[in-house]
């Protein structure tokens, strides 16, 4: 009997060993346990940390109140001041704008009349510590020291949360300042109205780098407002309504049965009634199970794809660098479909979801292609919403803040988008449509596209930038071309395809490089320095210079090989871009110039798809070298973690797409170049349950270069891969090793 006992208290030990060790297991395999949200935050990444569900309407984050380009987000990982928590935040972009509808927790009574030109003066601002601040993916918190509130917040896709936890015995209050402003920002016509002893809505309109910014809110708290403080323009308000072109108000709670006040948020760009029809349902305030759902959510969005690696540091930066792929652009319509575009129209998206924040000219290169592979639908309904953008002025979008055309950068990069997709087999929108709309936008007359097409270039004396914004339009011609022919529109196909080859007026023989050419169709534009940089204004190239920008023929390489004289010297062209001292010249150099190996700029996207040129000029040996170096170099655990600006999306997505072993260097080409994976195993887990795995035996920081690889089984010499491919499932393995093999991926019909 006593044997019997002791082998049944055996066996329910194991058991509650067991369900231990899966408890246990269960928590090592949460994907969002590898992000760090605050990778990017410092240097010039241009990152915040706040609350944020993919592709969310909400980014519900920590102010610093520092008007810099560094704090183009509103948070710098290099300060420790606080100024409030806002709703709208950009990631990683070069301009600084929203930190819109700001709220901030305080444990005294502040004078709001002062309305301070500078955050100095503020008089509810308030140290931290990063001691006393976390973020992951959907939540953030932080502890106010001079208030000495802790904060935290979470989201949902439309509605923001928050949590503030008072010091026993303090006065709970909340300062919501419609005022406030940072960097291009500035309100013009603002209300607060406090509805009743539970709510408040309002609006904010403002103007910045979106001219026409309406932003209309309602905020719910868990406790009743016993008393509120109201003003506008410096001036203390009474009664219910404030309105100004500066409002602020000051919340009172009472500290009687908790120390915890919970607030939910929504937006809308519509109407008040809109945000209140956005607001989550319900008078609970579960700030747990919301933030609970995000992380669940988060979850299911990283599994998109999955990585095997012993190195923990290259998890984190891997699915860090997934999880900021996924936060722009940004839900912009409303519950109901209601959007507000720049001209105050009110649009409908009709079995789509309208998104904004649309920074093309960035993320047409790999957060787009990207997302052709993690969120075909996500793709399908970003097009849409260009389309309803396209209404407006019958241009297609360049840069659109709020459903603002900025016209921000160059080209017309709303078109590669649409063909890539349209070719990857995503339709989901009216390919007729669409084509009208490229074409109208490419025949037009603006930026600089009446020079275009009166010379076939866009001569230096006419228009700063050109040799960019030639290139740029000679892709977007390529582009429109494709879609041309697949829609069998073949007088359309051969004119386009035919004033694609615009950049072979600007390639130099003698020198290498693309240069300005004057309007007589001979003279360049002296003198000439490669490395002179002269940021946006009387210079021929956007953001960089002639060694950044005289490699964009993403369209035509093999032609462009051809221009330079063959392999042999494209090669050496190409490896002196790396090894070329760093110098660069000017009094007014562009700031994107950053993360420089050589003369390479991985800091800023005109250089992001320089590397993968080797795998078309027989050298794929070189770009399996370069590829490995650049991740190695540019991006770490840190908050400095990114080379350069993150731009919505776009740095981040060229490491998540070349860590697993992929690029596309020309996206409208539906292949993708094939590199040098980080990753011993990479799973994309694709559309119908199909699964595409790529291998890397022998894999290591040493062992970067292909020596042999089978596709499904068989023998594979190439150094691209099609979607269509990836789309069927199957497996890639690659046989690394420390020499490189010069046989392995070589056209020998390409000529040196």
């Not at 009634?273 to 609970?292: I, M, P, R």
């Not at 080859?501 to 490669?530: C, H, I």
């Not at 950053?594 to 996207?605: D, V």
Request: aromatic share 12%.
């Amino acid at each position: 009997m006593k044997n019997i006992t002791l082998f049944f208290l055996s066996l329910i030990l194991l058991a509650g060993c067991n369900k231990k060790s899966d408890k246990t297991e269960h928590r090592k395999t949460l994907l969002t346990d590898h992000v760090n949200p605050f990778i990017g935050t410092g240097g010039h990444g241009h990152t915040y940390p706040g609350a944020v569900v993919p592709f969310g309407m909400l980014q519900v984050t920590p102010v610093n109140g520092v008007s810099s380009w560094d704090w183009c987000s509103g948070y710098h990982y290099s300060d420790s001041i606080a100024v409030g928590f806002s709703h709208l935040a950009l990631s990683g972009t070069g301009i600084g704008d929203l930190a819109d509808v700001l709220f901030m927790p305080v444990n005294k009574e502040v004078d709001l009349s002062l309305m301070p030109t500078s955050r100095d003066s503020l008089s509810y601002k308030s140290l931290y510590n990063h001691k006393n601040e976390k973020a992951s993916p959907g939540y953030y918190q932080v502890y106010l020291e001079d208030h000495e509130v802790n904060v935290e917040l979470t989201t949902s896709q439309r509605t923001a949360y928050h949590r503030y936890t008072f010091k026993e015995n303090n006065d709970q209050t909340v300062v919501v300042d419609l005022g406030f402003a940072i960097n291009w920002d500035k309100a013009l016509q603002t209300q607060i109205t406090v509805e009743d002893a539970y709510t408040i809505s309002g609006y904010r309109f403002s103007t910045g780098w979106a001219k026409n910014q309406k932003v209309f809110f309602v905020a719910k708290f868990s406790k009743p407002i016993v008393q509120h403080h109201l003003f506008s323009d410096k001036k203390a308000v009474e009664g219910t309504v404030g309105q100004g072109t500066k409002t602020a108000a000051q919340l009172f709670f009472s500290p009687e049965n908790n120390n915890e006040l919970f607030v939910k948020v929504a937006l809308s760009s519509v109407s008040i009634d809109n945000a209140k029809d956005n607001l989550d349902t319900g008078n609970d305030f579960n700030f747990e199970a919301v933030k609970s759902k995000a992380e669940n959510i988060w979850n299911e969005a990283l599994t998109k794809i999955t990585v095997e690696t012993p190195i923990d540091s290259l998890k984190t930066i891997f699915y860090t660098a997934l999880y900021h792929a996924q936060l722009a652009p940004s839900t912009f319509s409303d519950k109901n479909g209601q959007f507000r575009k720049e001209n105050d129209s009110i649009a409908i998206a009709e079995n789509y979801t309208a998104y904004t924040t649309l920074s093309l000219w960035d993320t047409f290169r790999a957060e787009q292609p990207l997302l052709t592979l993690i969120a075909p639908d996500r793709a399908s309904d970003i097009i849409n919403s260009m389309l309803a953008y396209y209404e407006t002025k019958k241009i297609l979008p360049v840069w659109t803040l709020y459903g603002n055309e900025t016209n921000t950068m160059t080209g017309y990069h709303s078109i590669p988008v649409i063909v890539e997709a349209y070719l990857k087999g995503i339709r989901n929108f009216d390919a007729e449509q669409a084509y009208k709309a490229m074409k109208t936008t490419v025949m037009q007359d603006e930026r600089g596209l009446k020079y275009y097409k009166e010379y076939g270039y866009i001569p230096y004396n006419l228009l700063d930038e050109s040799v960019s914004i030639t290139l740029e339009y000679a892709y977007n011609d390529w582009c429109v071309a494709q879609m041309a022919k697949a829609l069998d529109k073949q007088e359309d196909y051969k004119f386009f395809l035919e004033r694609s080859k615009a950049y072979q007026y600007l390639f130099d023989k003698e020198t290498g490089f693309m240069r300005g050419k004057s309007e007589d169709g001979v003279s360049w534009n002296e003198p000439f320095d490669p490395k002179y940089s002269n940021h946006r204004e009387h210079t021929d190239y956007t953001e960089g210079n002639a060694w950044q920008h005289s490699w964009f023929v993403p369209h035509a390489v093999s032609h462009f090989i051809s221009l330079h004289g063959g392999a042999d010297t494209f090669t050496s062209r190409l490896e002196q871009l790396f090894t070329e001292s760093s110098e660069i010249t000017g009094d007014n150099i562009s700031a994107d110039i950053t993360g420089l190996i050589g003369q390479y700029a991985h800091g800023n996207e005109p250089s992001h798809h320089i590397a993968y040129l080797f795998n078309h000029a027989n050298q794929p040996w070189r770009t399996q070298y370069w590829v490995r170096e650049i991740m190695n170099t540019q991006y770490n655990t840190t908050p400095n973690g990114l080379s350069g600006n993150e731009d919505c999306g776009q740095m981040s997505a060229w490491y998540v797409l070349s860590s697993v072993g992929l690029y596309p260097l020309n996206p409208s080409s539906t292949a993708y170049e094939i590199g040098s994976p980080l990753f011993e195993k990479a799973t994309l887990n694709l559309p119908e349950g199909k699964a595409f795995v790529i291998e890397a035996e022998n894999v290591s920081d040493k062992n970067i270069y292909i020596q042999s690889a089978t596709l499904n089984g068989e023998m594979f010499n190439k150094t691209t891969i099609a979607h269509s491919t990836l789309l069927k499932g199957g497996k890639l393995h690659l046989i690394m090793g420390a020499a490189p093999n010069k046989n392995w991926g070589v056209n020998k019909t390409i000529k040196d």
